[in-house]
């Protein structure tokens, strides 16, 4: 899982190796060198400048996108086959925002990984997802590939939510978008 906020879920007082290799420990079983080569993988998978010099910094020795991408490799670490992302582009500018994404599209692509997102910021939404589902009050009212959600919503809440988007045209119903 990769939380909103890396500096909350990265250890403050504990190198950013120690926290890699610790989940490769304990899940994997690799130790020493073998634990440490497989860090230094995973920080240049995330495109974390100099890796090995990273694997003996802190948290706070990194950007905020460069702590999310660290993030980003602890939760890749045990080799998932999902990776759940809340809202990881909150407190990004928008340009260390589009690296984000980029890096989980790739990622899932690559490793054949599916990336769960969590979002209510449609716009990343609209980046990165191939099918999304819209929730209300905690149930999932539309579920829908990318394309035709935007095209063609069916729930009214949907249809609430894109044409609250910057110049949006969703004021028609679904049979008139459809018709564009």
Do not use: W
């Amino acid at each position: 899982m990769v939380f909103q906020d890396p500096s909350a879920s990265l250890h403050p007082q504990l190198p950013v190796g120690r926290q890699l290799t610790d989940h490769m420990r304990v899940h994997l079983g690799l130790k020493g060198a073998a634990a440490r080569e497989r860090a230094v993988e995973l920080l240049q998978t995330v495109q974390v400048p100099n890796p090995a010099e990273a694997l003996k910094r802190y948290p706070h020795q990194f950007s905020g996108g460069q702590r999310q991408r660290i993030a980003i490799a602890c939760a890749l670490a045990c080799d998932p086959e999902v990776l759940l992302a809340d809202e990881p582009t909150t407190a990004l500018d928008v340009t260390v925002q589009a690296g984000i994404l980029k890096l989980l599209r790739d990622l899932a692509i690559e490793r054949n990984l599916a990336v769960l997102l969590v979002t209510h910021d449609l716009g990343v939404m609209s980046a990165i997802a191939d099918t999304v589902a819209v929730m209300k009050d905690g149930r999932i009212v539309e579920l829908a590939d990318r394309e035709t959600l935007f095209r063609a919503p069916q729930h009214e809440y949907t249809r609430m939510l894109l044409a609250a988007l910057p110049g949006s045209r969703i004021d028609e119903s679904p049979e008139e978008a459809a018709d564009e």
